[in-house]
Every structure is written in structure tokens, then in C-alpha cells.
T-cell receptor
Framework: GAVVSQHPSRVICKSGTSVKIECRSL??????MFWYRQFPKKSLMLMAT?????????EQGVEKDKFLINHASLTLSTLTVTSAHPEDSSFYIC??????????????FGQGTRLTVV | LAKTTQPISMDSYEGQEVNITCSHN???????ITWYQQFPSQGPRFIIQ???TKVTNEVASLFIPADRKSSTLSLPRVSLSDTAVYYC?????????????FGSGTRLSIRP
């Protein structure tokens, strides 16, 4: 089945630094990828939709200058948390769909990245 | 996007059949129903998807009544490893641009 890989799976950074998270579709092409964040015991919250070759679409309340998204190719999207603060500590998850499949298809999710800002 | 309502939590025992019901009163004609499973510190994993009546795969069954305003995920003979959060989602499945919005999910706990 289709696989989405995130890297790193876990990262600790100091306040004020930036962190980049990669999301790759390993065996399919994804024109669109989605980025979520999840706090403990809470559901996934959609942050933005990443479109290959164009600007990302951010959900209401998500700072686009804080969470930079780049979708440079059909298999790679990156999320950069800029000037991270402790409140940015969370579990970040990406998702992608295989656009070649014409039938109803599920989305595939990465394994997530646990970000801790100290 | 149709709003979904699920029980916040459920408990059961190993070997039992577990049924989790999701309400989606405002489901649209083009909407499909999809269930995902999430373990702690992992991304969600697809379980099953359906449009109407019944769908069965090697993991679960999905029952959808004629009015499609609800759906029931059925997990046969659960084990401890089925302890997870289960999300019911409703939306236009085939569209690559469709957002996937998660509801609160149901936290299922399986006991020995």
C-alpha cells in the first residue's frame, strides 16, 4: 500500500530556533498534502493544505509566517516551524492522497513528528 | 463538510464484538463515510470506507442505514491491540483536494 514518511519522528529544539519537518510520499505522487497538529488527548487539527508548485492554503487561525510550508515536488512537502516557542510543542502529522487512483481512496498519514521546544 | 458525532469513549473486553456508532445528520449526496484508527504517537490509519449498506474487509465491517445519517463501525472479537482512538469522517472521498477534518473520535479501551 501507499506509504507516507515523515522525518524526523522526534525533535527537541531550543526556543527561538526553527525546525523543519519533511513529509514524503514514497511510492506515489501527491499533488496535495495536508498538515495537522495534535495536542495530547485531542483530535487532529488541520493546519494547512499544501499544493505542489503553489502557495499553501492555511486554516483560519494558523499563522502562515509561523508555519512555513513548501511543496517543491510531487513527493515532498516540508513544514518549518519558525522561531519556535514552548507552546508550539505538539505532534505534527502530514497526510497525502494518491491521485492516480480513480476509485474512492483513503488518505495516507505519516507516522507523525513529536516536537518539543525547550 | 458534514459534522460527525461519536461517543467520547467506550470500554470492552477481549473477544467481544465492539460497535461504534457515528451520527452524521447533514451528510451530502456525494459524501462517503471513512473510519480511521489512531494509536498513541502515531498517524491515523485507514480502516474502512463506505457509501451505503454494508462494507466488510479483513479488519472491520461498516453498516450504513438507508438514510445514511449514521454509520456503525463493527470490530469483531477485539483484542488488547485494538485499544485506540477511532475517528469517523464524512466527505467527498475521491476528490484529491478535499480536506479531511477530524472530529473528536472515540477512545476505545479493551480490557483483558
Amino acid at each position: 500500500g501507499a506509504v507516507v514518511s515523515q522525518h524526523p519522528s522526534r525533535v527537541i529544539c531550543k526556543s527561538g530556533t526553527s525546525v523543519k519537518i519533511e513529509c514524503r510520499s514514497l511510492d506515489f505522487q501527491a499533488t496535495t498534502m495536508f498538515w495537522y497538529r495534535q495536542f495530547p488527548k485531542k483530535s487532529l487539527m488541520l493546519m494547512a493544505t499544501s499544493n505542489e508548485g503553489s502557495k499553501a492554503t492555511y486554516e483560519q487561525g494558523v499563522e502562515k509566517d509561523k508555519f512555513l510550508i513548501n511543496h517543491a515536488s510531487l513527493t515532498l512537502s516540508t513544514l518549518t516551524v519558525t522561531s519556535a516557542h514552548p507552546e508550539d510543542s505538539s505532534f505534527y502529522i502530514c497526510s497525502a492522497r494518491d491521485h492516480r487512483r480513480q476509485s474512492n481512496t483513503e488518505a495516507f498519514f505519516g507516522q507523525g513528528t513529536r516536537l518539543t521546544v525547550v | 463538510l458534514a459534522k460527525t458525532t461519536q461517543p467520547i469513549s467506550m470500554d470492552s473486553y477481549e473477544g467481544q464484538e465492539v460497535n461504534i456508532t457515528c451520527s452524521h445528520n447533514n451528510i451530502a449526496t456525494n459524501d462517503y463515510i471513512t473510519w480511521y484508527q489512531q494509536f498513541p504517537s502515531q498517524g491515523p490509519r485507514f480502516i474502512i470506507q463506505g457509501y451505503k449498506t454494508k462494507v466488510t474487509n479483513e479488519v472491520a465491517s461498516l453498516f450504513i442505514p438507508a438514510d445514511r445519517k449514521s454509520s456503525t463501525l463493527s470490530l469483531p472479537r477485539v483484542s488488547l491491540s485494538d485499544t485506540a482512538v477511532y475517528y469517523c469522517l464524512v466527505g467527498e472521498s475521491p476528490s484529491s483536494a478535499s480536506k479531511i477534518i477530524f472530529g473528536s473520535g472515540t477512545r476505545l479501551s479493551i480490557r483483558p
